[in-house]
T-cell receptor
């Protein structure tokens, strides 16, 4: 039990589909993150939320749409994705002060066909 | 700009050997934090250690030890008497300029052979 739960664990979707990834944490953290992990590349920070407000958007294409209804839940809505979007998508949470360690979920392995 | 370099892509060692994972970082900030995370096959990154820029004291935790040297901008991780359970991908990360400004290295995949 990592404290951060992601669903689904695996997802295969067509380029015209719409799907959503879900992340949930009950660690009392104020900050939540979406990362993309592709083979042989550093983890790419996509979005950061602090108390439900988006504080970072690292030039992510609009086909990725985050939603943070409360401090415990984070969604990533996906539509009209491309094959190069296939990757492991990791959710994380942390306290919102410098140096705070992040707690990660197990990720959603996304394959776009 | 922040940068973290993990030059070793993959390392294989035989069980009980010692192994050192290298991490070199770049930042212009004087206050920063360095981390190591472990990613087992299950996928989640697990926090191992954090050091701040004002504390160069090395740390040992069981079979794990970390060597932080500001003079060479390095934060290396050594596993002593490696075990099969140590097989994973290890990430070094740098945090400076705010809690959300975290830069990860590309990771080092460690395989410990029985």
């Amino acid at each position: 039990e990592t404290g951060v739960t992601q669903t689904p664990r695996h997802l295969v979707m067509g380029m015209t589909n719409k799907k959503s990834l879900k992340c949930e944490q009950h660690l009392g953290h104020n900050a939540m993150y979406w990362y993309k992990q592709s083979a042989k590349k550093p983890l790419e920070l996509m979005f950061v939320y602090n108390f439900k407000e988006q504080t970072e958007n690292n030039s992510v294409p609009s086909r990725f749409s985050p939603e943070c209804p409360n401090s415990s839940h984070l969604f990533l809505h996906l539509h009209t994705l491309q094959p190069e979007d296939s990757a492991l998508y990791l959710c994380a949470s942390s306290q919102d002060f410098p140096g705070a360690e992040a707690f990660f979920g197990q990720g959603t392995r996304l394959t776009v066909v | 700009a922040q940068k973290v370099t993990q030059a070793q892509t993959e390392i294989s060692v035989v069980e009980k050997e010692d192994v050192t994972l290298d991490c070199v970082y770049e930042t212009r900030d004087t206050t920063y934090y360095l981390f190591w995370y472990k990613q087992p096959p299950s996928g989640e990154l697990v926090f191992l250690i954090r050091r701040n820029s004002f504390d160069e004291q090395n740390e040992i935790s069981g079979r794990y030890s970390w060597n932080f040297q500001k003079s060479t901008s390095s934060f290396n991780f050594t596993i002593t008497a490696s075990q099969v359970v140590d097989s994973a991908v290890y990430f070094c990360a740098l945090n400076s300029g705010g809690y959300q400004k975290v830069t990860f290295g590309t990771g080092t995949k460690l395989q410990v052979i029985p």
